[in-house]
């Protein structure tokens, strides 16, 4: 998601991918209040477009503007930064001022009026710079002798003579731009949003995804959840996705079902929806009420790690009691949202049922949003049992339906069958079952 | 003025050496300095390679390049900070060199730089784009040191190509060797783009067989045209058939010996981009001392490639 959004610069990505999830649901709910002023201008493709090909040119030049804070010497390279950035400021306002839909959204670039007319001493108000001739008589009178000058070793002592008057009025311009820093600073951020928020308009408007309420009930629930990756690269393909009806946060909920039928897409699909609304994003489902997490753990897959000595076994459990021991240490672990895969998917089904049926309880005892698949059969008592309702008439129905009490699926070989496996193993394998 | 009138035709033009100290920069120089002042705005970069950046860290000096008031220039962070010249920045790319970031400027009081611009055909190719906004008439890329890659007609419209005593001081080696490289630049256009996909056969040097079908029109390469595939083109039966094409005379990378071989078998050679070569310059003295003589190299090469051949520092004397 993080990949497709829109950003016209590097920058807005970095400052995005230092930003730290938002947990409290006021703070949410704002960054969707102003998520949805950015939708009008992200619907104007005209008007993205010139914003984009503006914010395409935002940097990041905090290091200059730490450096002219530091009283250090900075270069003409630094100084003209410094000024588009001023520039690239009024720009950005005066093409949001020019709409009354949009006019808001400028941003406040009045208090740098003062630095810009110490970068451009001309008024010429163009993303230029250099030591200006109009910044000292002696400069304008010294490059006129330059000029003027024939002999080659006299010009080249005027024009070290040059480098050094050039010096003194650069470290002029850094003492009167010192006070503009924090307004500068606070105009580069301001950019780097509103790059950030005109993707995200744009990138949930294209994508239809919807914009979440935000439960406070610690219930977590998707009408029509879709993982946006899959369903792209399915409908590529000419085929249709089937989205999932989910609700977890009240007692853990066990996904069980056939193999192929989506249960880790669904755990991811949902571990993804609670980091998108962390960051404010659209949520990929046709409506979604999601409770605030502090923690989110998503654990899933061969976790094997040979370099520290751990089998698939051991990386798991180590991982899983993680979740285990903060949940044990924190006050309210309602605030933890816990999505695991198979866990102790790589043992003997008789102690791997046991470990997770303990996991489930435990876990739900301390009030954890546990959302885990399994094919174990874990027994009802302590959470709710959803199925995919797997294979009918030869082909997967993802959807998601209750599970009451009772053997899990056996739906291995028919599965098998249908990709196609060797019928002398599938056969043999059925023979033993007594199938047939 | 010799063939500066000519570049002021087309928007990009690369000077091209064929091998280190064939005045390349002399010729450039030259160019800059006889452009008319009410020429359009020009633009001048190179292209950074990898030799280059050796004699950076060799501290080999790179030739400095002379700019006068008006001029455009891009070149990289570390080379804009140790300019001897005065000039106005006007824009800084995104993309970063070896040398830091490319700046590109306008000369305020004439001085040198040293021009280190763009690493590979792909950035060349943006930073033309980039530039596009500042009003520049013809942009002067600065070829690469014995690499013909600035000079791929995908980037520039027309080439200057400067050879001299420094590739051979043997005469016929010289002009056989220029004479091959100006052969290749000349190769024709092919005659249609776009042939249907059953008439063609794409093939790359790495390929261990080439089976030209029937119906086969076009053997298209991809990537480098090597000496090792074009002797596989030359062996097959069907070669007199059909039209080999690459994409532009800088992914041949043949001998002339085995191009005979190639034309003998009836064997035609076709580029999809083709550049304009507008003149060849010649630096008679050798990086050794060797020295050619100056009116005799030129009169000899010109008769050879039919194109008019300058020695510039003579103009320049003259």
């Given at each position: 998601m993080i990949e497709s959004l829109p950003l016209a610069s590097g920058y807005a990505l970095r400052y995005l991918l230092d930003t730290v999830a938002l947990t409290d649901r006021d703070s949410i709910v704002a960054s969707y209040a102003e998520l949805s002023r950015y939708e009008s201008v992200a619907g104007d493709r005209n008007m993205m477009s010139m914003l984009h090909s503006l914010l395409?040119?935002?940097?990041?030049i905090s290091h200059s503007l730490d450096r002219i804070e530091a009283s250090q010497a900075v270069d003409d390279i630094e100084l003209f930064e410094v000024k588009a950035l001023i520039l690239l400021g009024r720009r950005i306002a005066s093409v949001l001022s020019a709409d009354s839909k949009s006019a808001a959204l400028a941003p406040d670039t009045g208090s740098l009026q003062e630095a810009l007319n110490v970068l451009d001493p001309d008024g010429n108000g163009i993303s230029a710079f250099y030591i200006y001739d109009s910044y000292s008589p002696d400069l304008a009178a010294l490059r006129l002798r330059i000029r003027r000058e024939t002999d080659q070793d006299r010009r080249a002592s005027l024009m070290d003579e040059e480098q050094v008057l050039e010096a003194e009025i650069r470290e002029r311009i850094c003492g009167s731009l010192r006070p503009a820093v924090p307004a500068l600073r606070k105009l580069q951020e301001e950019l780097a949003q509103k790059d950030i928020n005109l993707a995200k308009a744009s990138q949930r408007l294209s994508g239809g995804y919807c914009i979440p309420q935000v439960s406070t009930s610690g219930i977590t629930s998707y009408n029509g959840m879709y993982n946006p990756y899959l369903k792209n690269v399915i409908e590529k393909e000419g085929g249709k996705y089937t989205p999932v009806d989910l609700s977890f946060g009240d007692g853990p909920v066990v996904i069980i079902g056939a193999n192929m039928g989506g249960k880790t897409v669904v755990l991811k699909t949902a571990a993804l929806c609670q980091w998108l609304m962390g960051f404010g994003m659209g949520i990929p489902a046709e409506k979604a009420s999601i409770a605030p997490r502090d923690e989110v753990f998503f654990i899933s897959g061969d976790a094997q790690d040979m370099g520290a000595g751990l089998s698939s076994f051991a990386a798991e459990m180590k991982a899983i009691d993680e979740v285990v021991r903060i949940s044990a240490k924190?006050?309210?672990?309602?605030r933890i949202a816990a999505m695991i895969d198979?866990?102790?998917?790589?043992?003997?089904p008789i102690e791997g049922t046991a470990l997770v049926e303990a996991l489930v309880d435990i876990l739900g005892r301390r009030g954890v949003a546990l959302l885990l698949t399994t094919h174990y059969n874990i027994p009802s008592g302590h959470c709710t049992r959803l199925r995919v309702m797997g294979m009918e008439d030869g082909k997967m129905n993802y959807r998601l339906c209750p599970a009451p009490d009772g053997d899990v699926p056996h739906e291995a070989l028919r599965v098998a069958e249908s990709l196609n496996i060797s019928p002398e193993w599938t056969g043999e394998a059925k023979k033993l079952l007594k199938y047939e | 003025m010799p063939f500066v009138h000519e570049l002021l035709k087309y928007r990009s033009v690369a000077v091209v050496g064929m091998e280190k100290n064939c005045g390349k920069t002399e010729c450039l120089n030259y160019i800059l300095r006889h452009i008319p002042s009410d020429a359009p705005d020009i633009c001048v970069t190179s292209i950074g390679l990898d030799g280059e950046r050796t004699d950076q860290v060799t501290g080999t000096s790179k030739p400095e390049i002379i700019l006068r008031k008006g001029m455009f220039f891009t070149t990289s962070e570390t080379h804009y900070r140790a300019r001897h010249l005065v000039s106005e920045i006007v824009g800084v790319s995104g993309e970063t060199t070896a040398l830091g970031r490319l700046i590109t400027a306008k000369v305020a009081l004439e001085g040198k730089v040293i021009l280190s611009g763009p690493s590979s055909t792909v950035s060349l190719r943006r930073w033309m784009d980039s530039i596009s906004g500042y009003g520049i008439g013809l942009t002067i890329i600065d070829g690469a040191l014995s690499r013909k890659s600035s000079a791929s007609p995908a980037v520039s419209e027309a080439m200057v190509l400067a050879t001299g005593a420094a590739l051979s001081c043997s005469l016929p080696v010289l002009l056989e060797k220029t004479a091959f490289c100006v052969e290749m630049i000349r190769l024709p256009e092919v005659e249609v783009q776009d042939l249907p996909q059953e008439e063609t056969l794409t093939v790359s040097s790495i390929a261990q067989e080439v089976d030209i079908a029937a119906g086969v029109k076009r053997v298209e390469i991809a990537g480098a045209l090597t000496d090792r595939l074009l002797n596989r083109l030359a062996a097959d039966r069907r070669l007199p058939e059909i039209e080999v094409a690459v994409a532009d005379f800088t992914r041949i990378f043949v001998s002339p010996e085995n191009w005979r071989r190639f034309v003998r078998a009836g064997g035609r050679l076709g580029v999809h981009r083709k550049t304009t070569l507008l003149a060849v310059c010649v630096n008679p003295l050798a990086p050794n001392g060797y020295r050619f003589d100056s009116e005799m190299l030129c009169r000899t090469l010109s008769e050879r490639i039919q194109l008019p051949v300058y020695d510039l520092r003579r103009q320049n004397e003259a």
């Open positions: 395409c040119n935002l940097k990041d924190v006050d309210n672990a309602g198979e866990p102790a998917r790589s043992t003997n | -």
